[in-house]
């Protein structure tokens, strides 16, 4: 695979966000506003990044056994920086995304990254694993933002959209608007999407949250998380 | 008391985690199917919650804040849990084998789980006394729990419909989420109103 298409993966043939269907919670609850959208964002992919580079760097030299903890203390080592910057740079946008922020810890697609990715690659192939993946979130975040805040409020960014601010439906900046905003887009992704994800790439191994994720292709992992705990 | 009462029923039905604050989507979306891995699962969370700020709360408090740590609290926060996860099941397994089948399938799932690391988190952000966090967190659980049970209950209506081809699965899940969680709009208020503070 060449480092085009590495990049451009994450951003349509494996968005995570609509294709993979990781990291819903940040998703349906900072799309309520495009500015948040961008922030979150923006905050994920940096984590991503330097989660995905400094773990590929480490690659040889973390224990197998116990790589879960290792990468779950980088992680938030590296939210914890982003964290301290939002807050002293971006106060506002730190109140707004509020507990979503330290949330980026438990993210599915920055540990499904390291765990499917950025142990088995190199560290430049990751890091443009992560900002592929990382536009993909944002993209698909601003898009769920925007029909949100165009149709829920009336506005863009902030800015009042003629006739739409006097009918707004504000019910979809709500959380049951974030729901079925969020079906929609599902659906439209696999009415027209042409590039279904095989079930074995996208394997459960990948994610720690894999047998209680809403991923279709996850769906037989509890049992099988079920038996294996049995013996 | 009252504030107790008022603690607890806000954070079952206004802020429930999962159908209004987004936390803990993806076990929602995923454990959602049958009714028993549905309690199976909202009972270990339950349970996590309640230990997590039962451990957490203290660090913070008398360990973080005194010696001036508090910019550590994500990343002991989340070691915490997880460590208390890994623990808790190895004693179930030792001493109570019939809890550990039921709930030990859920249990290392919860350590990534944004909800539990969500409630301690806000315990300390709301500035909750100890009792009023393990309120707050038993609160959230059994809100977690309520809409797990509710939600089971739902799709196994869905499964026999007839739903177009692109809905099919998590779109038309999402969809039924968002009705399930209209339903608890119409709580908004109604705690506050019942219990006058």
Known sequence: MNKLQNFSKGIIKENPVLVLVLGTCPTLATSTSVLNALGMGAAATIVLLCSNIVISALRKVIPDKVRIPCYIVLIAGFVTMVQMLVKAFAPALDKSLGIFLPLIVVNCIILGRAEMFANKNTVIDSAIDAVGMGAGFTLALTLMATIREVFGNGTFLGIEIPGLIDNKISILTMAPGGFFVFGLLIAMVNKFGKHKPKKKEFGCAGCPQAAVCGKPSCSGCDEQKAEVSAK | ?197
């Open chain 2, 1 to 197: 008391m009252t504030k107790f009462i008022v603690i607890l029923l806000s954070a079952v039905f206004i802020n429930n985690y999962v159908l209004s604050r987004f936390l803990g989507i993806c076990p929602f979306l995923g454990v959602s199917k049958k009714l028993d891995s549905a309690t199976g699962m909202s009972l270990a969370v339950i349970f996590v919650m309640l230990m997590a700020t039962a451990a957490t709360w203290p660090i913070q408090h008398f360990l973080l804040v005194p010696n001036d740590l508090g910019y550590l609290q994500t990343i002991v926060f989340i070691l915490v849990i997880a460590a208390l996860v890994q623990l808790v099941e190895i004693v179930l397994k030792r001493y109570v084998p019939s809890l550990h089948k039921s709930l030990g399938v859920y249990l290392p799932l919860i350590t990534t789980n944004c909800a539990v690391l969500g409630v301690t988190i806000l315990n300390i952000t709301e500035n909750y006394t100890f009792l009023e966090s393990m309120v707050n967190s038993l609160g959230s659980g059994l809100g977690f729990f309520l809409a797990m049970v509710m939600f089971s209950g739902v799709r196994s209506k869905i499964e026999g419909a007839d739903i177009p081809e692109s809905f099919k699965g998590l779109p038309v899940t999402l969809v039924a989420a968002s009705i399930t969680s209209l339903s608890f709009l119409g709580f908004g208020g109604v705690v506050e109103n019942m219990f006058p503070l």
